[in-house]
């Protein structure tokens, strides 16, 4: 059974930064793609950064693009989404997420495991 635990948010004021980081269990790390979401209350799961197997090849909406970087290291079975510049509309939850089916979707529905998300809060 594949675990992911997500660790490393917070409440930070603008401007600041924050590493997130997901460590997984369960599952060979590079037999496994990886993606990071968001959730704001009210608002639809967005995506924001992606891992390919073995960590190759990254991916990331233009919305974050320059300001948000995704890692990973296979020998700790980690993977960090580093947030840098945050505003007050990166608040939400943040996902990991992990798939065995292809590397870089942005879609949601195309993970099949999730950790339990992790509060990130950006104060004015």
């Known amino acids: 059974q594949v675990q992911l635990v997500e660790a490393g948010g917070g409440l930070v004021q603008a401007g600041g930064s924050l590493r997130l980081s997901c460590a997984v269990s369960g599952r060979t790390f590079s037999s496994l793609a990886m993606g990071w979401f968001r959730q704001a209350p009210g608002k639809e799961r967005e995506f924001v950064a992606a891992?390919?197997?073995?960590?190759?090849?990254?991916y990331y909406p233009e919305s974050v693009k320059g300001q948000f970087t995704v890692a990973s290291d296979n020998a700790k079975n980690t993977v960090y989404l580093q947030m840098n510049s945050l505003k007050p509309e990166d608040t939400a939850a943040y996902y990991c997420?992990?798939?065995?089916?292809?590397?870089?979707?942005?879609?949601?529905?195309?993970?099949?495991?999730w950790g339990q998300g992790t509060q990130v809060t950006v104060s004015p």
């Open positions: 891992i390919s197997f073995g960590g190759r090849t990254k």
């Open positions: 997420a992990a798939t065995a089916t292809r590397s870089g979707s942005r879609k949601w529905d195309e993970y099949d495991y």
